[in-house]
């Protein structure tokens, strides 16, 4: 079903979720602001923001000026920042109050607008970029990732009783290559923040909400070995020249022990930092593992080499590829990382095998102490909001955007959002639960009004 033809009761539903925000209201207004809400989240949905597919470039701008327009409408001051044909950066101010009082802060905001490919297509069961509410989920690519955290934010800010800096981004997903340089451009507009909050995570259950803070850093790689202008005759070039996808094979297998996870490359851990037991106490309460937070990783992502249609060829490869990516923890430098991988293929290959190694950039981990007022504040929201107690959490994964602004600005970091385990982010059939959708409003509209 689309938005523009919801249901009553689908707007029913969004009133049972929303009993703070219906006080003194009837629940007709309430429900035709409800439906808006969903009209304009149809609306962000059906733009095709892929950031990772050039020949939607266009869908990229068009999803920027929609958020603009809707900025304007705030009364927001917009500026978009670019560099060559980049998706913009868009940021924008929403001034409550002009006096500095004491009582009014200004926080930062982070969202991002745009999304993955909907690949494979022939496994969704609605349209991906038609916003489809049924069984008690909003579908569609991109509801949970991000564009429904940033409708959230958008409708919440006309219950603010602070000042707002909105970062809204359109390169998250292919890594934020340009996030550092843009926002340097914009940080006039950010110096009078207190402290940002970053809507791109989720919740351990719909009465578990979480505070995420530490994220693991990463540095991906590219390596290609070639041994021969063209594949050899196995028979007659075997032990002769050196196979370029043993080479590899056996390089991996040193570089990190497959058993323990261990990686061998040395001077490593040289950086890492122990935990301390308090913090590994705080952690185990989410039920989670350990190793997948605290502890770097390294993985093969993808492996290239000789024959691999049907049947046998007999032959040396010419040449092999691996895509490896590390992960990383906090205290660790990325560059210093890129520095010991090279000298580690440097040092491991034979003398003369033609490599070439490509560094896909990289970022350090994140990671903010968790007992900041801001923090705290910001749990107890959470917790009456969601009828549970708020969790303390780190991912294995990254959010460039966290680590840059919190260098660059050293003002807490908060990360949060309102999407569950089975909501297929990245994945087809992605998915908001419309309970915690309109919760989450409610959220972000006590953290803007505190």
Not at 225 to 230: D, F, G, V, Y
Not at 299 to 313: A, H, L, P, R, V
Not at 315 to 326: G, H, L, R, T, Y
Request: overall charge positive; glycine content about 6%; charged content about 30%.
């Amino acid at each position: 079903m689309r938005a523009n033809e919801v249901s009553g009761e689908i707007l029913k539903r969004s009133l049972d979720f929303l009993p703070r925000r219906q006080a003194g209201a009837r629940d007709d207004k309430q429900a035709m602001d409800n439906k808006q809400v969903l009209e304009k989240f149809e609306k962000l949905v059906a733009i095709q923001s892929v950031s990772t597919d050039s020949k939607r470039h266009k869908e990229i701008l068009k999803a920027a000026d929609f958020i603009k327009k809707e900025l304007i409408n705030l009364d927001c001051q917009v500026n978009l920042y670019q560099k060559d044909d980049c998706p913009p950066l868009i940021i924008a101010s929403y001034n409550f109050c002009t006096d500095r009082s004491k009582n009014c802060k200004t926080i930062g905001v982070y969202a991002h607008y745009d999304v993955q490919p909907e690949d494979p297509i022939d496994q969704w069961k609605t349209p991906p970029f038609r916003l489809t509410v049924k069984n008690g989920k909003i579908y569609g690519r991109g509801t949970a990732d991000d564009k429904g955290h940033l409708i959230e934010i958008l409708v919440a800010t006309k219950k603010s009783r602070n000042n707002i800096v909105f970062i809204f981004e359109g390169e998250e997903e292919i890594g934020s290559k340009n996030f550092k340089e843009l926002i340097l451009k914009a940080k006039k507009d950010l110096k009078e923040i207190e402290a940002f909050y970053i809507f791109d995570m989720g919740m351990k259950d719909k009465n578990i909400p979480q505070i995420y803070y530490g994220l693991r850093g990463i540095v991906a790689f590219e390596l290609k070995i070639k041994t021969s202008e063209i594949d050899l005759h196995s028979g007659v070039y075997g032990n002769r020249v050196p196979n370029p996808a043993q080479l590899l094979a056996d390089l991996m297998s040193r570089m990190k022990d497959s058993k323990t996870g261990k990686i061998k490359i040395p001077g490593f851990y040289d950086q890492v930092k122990e935990i301390t037991q308090e913090e590994k106490d705080l952690l185990l309460k989410s039920n989670d593992t350990l190793l997948s937070k605290i502890y770097p990783s390294l993985d093969i992502n993808g492996m290239i080499s000789g024959y691999t249609g049907e049947g046998s060829k007999t032959i040396i490869p010419a040449e092999a590829m691996v895509k490896f990516s590390i992960r990383l923890v906090p205290n660790q430098d990325h560059k210093k990382i890129e520095q010991l991988v090279e000298g580690f293929i440097k040092n491991n290959l034979p003398k003369g095998v033609d490599y070439k190694l490509k560094i896909f950039g990289g970022n350090d981990a994140f990671y903010i102490d968790f007992k900041n007022p801001h923090t705290k504040k910001t749990a107890k929201i959470l917790s009456q909001v969601f009828q549970g107690e708020t969790k303390f959490n780190r991912s294995g994964g990254s959010v460039v955007a966290a680590e840059i602004l919190q260098r660059l600005f050293e003002k807490p970091v908060i990360l949060i959002g309102f999407t569950l385990p089975d909501n297929n982010i990245h994945a087809p059939n992605e998915n908001f639960d419309e309970e915690m959708f309109w919760k989450g409003i409610v959220a972000i509209e006590k953290i803007f009004a505190q």
